[in-house]
């Protein structure tokens, strides 16, 4: 959440207002902004929010990577538990950031627009990517601003969320699908990694693209006088 503060009623406030986004497990940072809500004097509205706009929509993303993990434990959990209980809660391996992060590679949005009448087709209306950008790898993270062309000549409602990867990486139970191949290498049964007669204790690593992905921000298109708000 993006909260005020760290107190309940901080991170009750951040999740009434919808101003989350979530990670597939890494400590990503992600805001995901627009910069030009009608009547707002320089204000911005964050991921989460809803508006009126007549004019097309300026969008900001910001993305920073998480820390790359040293091996093993941290000082302060070695000390405050024992091996065994290190090995039986986290197999020795805790959360024990460096200081150097990892790269952002790309942003993708997502555009997605209500139907408008009943029995519109959906899959036209969901554009996912709607648009890709690469990113360069810096460490400091990736920011990408750009707008819809499309907003006010549809003149449809719609609804934008950002998605980031992280470098790809071995992650547990990224392979978990294990394929038994003929002499043509043409997969002719799959089971679970683990399973069958497998090492149970076998990871099942494979390459994953750690991610996150905001909240959305729904923009509702207006004929005139519209006036930005948040919840």
Known sequence: VHAEGRDRGSIWQALER????????PRILLWFDLLNPPGSSGRTLPMGSEVDMATEPIFQVRAVG????LPGCPDESVQALS????????MGE???????RRPITRIEIVRI???????EPVAPLITDP????ACDGDPAGCSVTFTDPDFVRSGRDTVYYARVFEAPKPGING???RCERNESGECTRVHLCGAEGDDPYDDCLGEIEPRAWSSPIYTDFAGGGPIATSR
């Open 66 to 69: 998480s820390f790359e993990q």
């Open 175 to 177: 392979d978990n699908l």
């Open 94 to 100: 805790c959360y024990n950031p460096s200081d150097r």
């Open 113 to 119: 627009q209500p139907q408008q009448r009943e029995g």
């Open 83 to 90: 091996p065994e209980r290190l090995q039986h809660l986290c």
């Open 130 to 133: 709607w648009r890709r950008f």
């Open 18 to 25: 919808r101003e989350v986004y979530g990670t597939t497990g």
